[in-house]
């Protein structure tokens, strides 16, 4: 079975695009994409059954995007892959 982890649009201690601001979903989707970047390279590269993207989620304010960890409950690197990736995921863009 399918399932995923919300892991945040960018490192936690980091400033980030916020919906309604201008420009908001170009630029929350180069955070993603530098997030994403940042966590293959801190973590490694995902195992069969994970693959980090990006989601997106309904909000009153608007649609917000999220850096997302999905995986396969089956298989159990994928699982490991994607609990790892929500308890060391970079603080900052440092990493």
């Known amino acids: 079975m399918r ?3 919300a892991l ?4 936690c201690d980091e400033d980030c695009a916020q919906v309604g601001q201008p420009d908001y979903r170009e630029r929350v989707r180069e ?3 530098r997030f994403i970047l940042l966590i ?6 995902e195992p069969e059954g994970a693959r980090l993207s990006t989601k997106s989620f309904p909000h ?3 649609t917000y995007y ?3 960890c999905w995986f396969d409950t089956d298989i159990e ?3 490991e892959y994607a609990y790892r990736c929500e308890a060391q995921t970079p603080a900052t863009w440092e990493g």
């Open 31 to 33: 955070e993603c994409r």
């Open 77 to 79: 690197a994928s699982v």
């Open 60 to 62: 009153d304010f608007g």
């Open 8 to 11: 945040g649009p960018a490192p």
């Open 3 to 5: 399932e995923y982890l």
């Open 66 to 68: 999220e850096v997302v």
């Open 40 to 45: 293959r390279q801190k973590l490694g590269p």
